[in-house]
């Protein structure tokens, strides 16, 4: 039985898949444009409606050569001491949820995204947007997990303020962070180091904390044994470090899960990420609340895990410094990086197919932190 082919050498099927895959790269590369008239749930998902509106409108109108890189802290240099600087905001409803709340989420969330900038966290800030009518009892059960959260962590919260809106106006407590660390890695840690040959890990089991938050809705007739991954993670990555000095990039996966990562990685590296479904590490509870509402594990946040991109030979000491960390114990190797096609990340399947996972326009789950 013959195979048809194509007058460029490539069977009938293949140039199908590469005509799919140059479609989607000319989508990917045409300039951001917002089209919606109103801001959307969709435009705070960490999917494309949020890479889009970042592009368009934040990073046009504050474009610098700090803010490009659109990494999860910015580096600054003042007098020859290297800081990182973030800042975050937190919305999650419920603010309780089992494994944590609003407080300890936004101490946690703030110091990861230093952690994965390769800083060591120091100082915190804290804003907090109450609502007129939120029980004073709550607000101290929240700050007493800030501090809680903080200390256990390193840091300290030097600063703050708060502002009180009119009932109905917010949604109980928002919280405002920003966060600075100290760098004293040499190199930084992003896309642009990443090569083909090198190897992406996951730290643990992910989309604990997004099918925590939905479950904790009661909006769903799903009993679960699940708590939230909230955690601080700047111990495990400095064990990575330490073990894989050749470490490329981490990112720590909050909105849109590890999927939105590793097509940042695809994308800002212009190289594909190939990954073995059956390798990604996923609670049973977490993949059965998955098919129930039809989401990819993929795309669902976490708070205590990141992705981390490493030199392919230094793959085993990396996963071996991150399991012999508490945080880190169920960590995996989950892909590889590889040349082409540029800018796509590709799942292969337990049928030995393959997928493409692209980013999400909207988001599944919202307000997950």
Do not use: W
């Amino acid at each position: 039985m013959s195979t048809e082919v194509s007058t460029t050498g490539m069977s009938t099927s293949d140039s199908r898949e590469r005509s799919v895959l140059d479609r989607i790269d000319r989508a990917r590369r045409a300039p951001a444009r917002v089209r919606a008239e109103r801001v959307t749930l969709a435009h705070g998902s960490g999917g494309k409606a949020t890479h889009t509106l970042i592009e368009a409108i934040f990073l046009d109108a504050f474009r610098n050569p700090l803010l490009e890189p659109l990494g999860d802290a910015a580096e600054l240099v003042l007098d020859g001491a290297r800081l990182a600087l973030t800042t975050d905001s937190f919305v999650v409803s419920p603010l309780f949820f089992p494994g944590g709340n609003i407080g300890d989420l936004a101490v946690n969330g703030t110091v990861n995204d230093l952690a994965v900038s390769g800083a060591i966290p120091m100082y915190l800030t804290a804003g907090f947007i109450l609502e007129e009518g939120f029980p004073v009892a709550d607000l101290k059960q929240v700050v007493a997990s800030m501090t809680a959260a903080a200390r256990a962590a390193g840091v300290e919260v030097v600063t703050g303020d708060t502002k009180v809106v009119q009932r109905g106006k917010a949604d109980g407590c928002y919280i405002n962070t920003a966060g600075v660390g100290v760098l004293k890695r040499p190199g930084g840690l992003g896309v642009a180091g990443v090569r083909p040959g090198d190897a992406v890990l996951v730290s643990g089991p992910i989309g604990e904390h997004g099918i925590t938050i939905m479950l904790a809705r009661g909006e769903l007739d799903i009993d679960a044994d699940l708590v939230s991954d909230t955690a601080p993670v700047h111990g495990l990555v400095a064990s990575l470090l330490a073990a894989a000095p050749g470490t490329r990039m981490l990112r720590d996966a909050t909105r849109g899960g590890v999927a939105t990562i590793l097509n940042e990685i695809a994308t800002g590296g212009q190289v594909s990420v190939v990954v073995d479904e059956d390798a990604v590490p996923v609670r049973a509870e977490v993949r059965g609340a998955c098919e129930l509402l039809g989401i990819d594990p993929l795309y669902v946040a976490c708070e205590g895990r990141f992705v981390a991109v490493v030199d392919g030979a230094e793959a085993d000491a990396a996963l071996a410094a991150m399991r012999g960390h508490p945080l880190g114990e169920q960590a995996a190797v989950i892909g590889r990086v590889r040349q082409d096609p540029p800018g796509m990340v590709l799942v292969t399947t337990s049928f030995g197919g393959t997928r493409v996972v692209d980013l999400l326009v909207g988001d599944p789950l919202p307000r997950i932190c």
